[in-house]
T-cell receptor, first 111, second 113 residues
Framework: GDSVTQMEGPVTLSEEAFLTINCTYTATGYPSLFWYVQYPGEGLQLLLKATKADDKGSNKGFEATYRKETTSFHLEKGSVQVSDSAVYFCARAAAGNKLTFGGGTRVLVKP | KAGVTQTPRYLIKTRGQQVTLSCSPISGHRSVSWYQQTPGQGLQFLFEYFSETQRNKGNFPGRFSGRQFSNSRSEMNVSTLELGDSALYLC????????????FGPGTRLTVT
């Protein structure tokens, strides 16, 4: 079935460090792919999306490229801030509006 | 534009009781989906409603049900609550079934004692 696998956390970084969170998905068709972010006590916020191979989604300094050949959608940010501390979820769309999520990666950025 | 709203934000219930959670989508959005978030199972899809009809259902027992009203507002109901139903229940809305951008509400934190 549909599944999404992302690296386990926590990931601890210093401010201004480079962040990468790996995400791979099962290749059933050509699903839309998403990254969501969840801050403590809140719901999920859509961070970025890509709908077809080689698409690059970007927002707030975060980027991810839809790689069909490696079934990956890794999230990157060149210089993280303390405010980027959160849990990040990779997701793929399935039939209709069903989203399948990865397990989430907690990121902690220290000043 | 107002975001997705969910009520109540927090709820404490006893085993065996039932509970109803409410979700108001972003104005103009016609699709509403529900997800359960727990530390052990992560985020799991419950069901999706569009035009007052359930269009998709996740792998949850029949104790979990929902409905959607003509104004796109949605409710989900859990009957005969179990301790394992303690979770954050998230509602998400999207413009329609073609537009996959889903916007989430803050969630309802349900605790079953």
């Amino acid at each position: 079935g549909d599944s999404v696998t992302q690296m386990e956390g926590p990931v601890t970084l210093s401010e201004e460090a480079f962040l990468t969170i790996n995400c791979t998905y099962t290749a059933t068709g050509y699903p839309s792919l998403f990254w969501y972010v969840q801050y403590p006590g809140e719901g999920l916020q859509l961070l970025l999306k890509a709908t077809k191979a080689d698409d690059k989604g970007s927002n707030k300094g975060f980027e991810a490229t839809y790689r069909k050949e490696t079934t990956s959608f890794h999230l990157e940010k060149g210089s993280v801030q303390v405010s980027d501390s959160a849990v990040y979820f990779c997701a793929r769309a399935a039939a209709g509006n069903k989203l399948t999520f990865g397990g989430g990666t907690r990121v902690l950025v220290k000043p | 534009k107002a975001g997705v709203t969910q009520t109540p934000r927090y709820l404490i219930k006893t085993r065996g009781q039932q509970v109803t959670l409410s979700c108001s989508p972003i104005s103009g959005h016609r699709s509403v989906s529900w997800y359960q978030q727990t530390p052990g199972q992560g985020l799991q899809f419950l069901f999706e409603y569009f035009s007052e009809t359930q269009r998709n259902k996740g792998n949850f027992p029949g104790r979990f049900s929902g409905r959607q009203f003509s104004n796109s507002r949605s409710e989900m109901n859990v009957s005969t609550l179990e301790l394992g139903d303690s979770a954050l229940y998230l509602c998400a809305s999207s413009l329609d079934r073609v537009d996959y951008e889903q916007y989430f509400g803050p969630g309802t934190r349900l605790t079953v004692t």
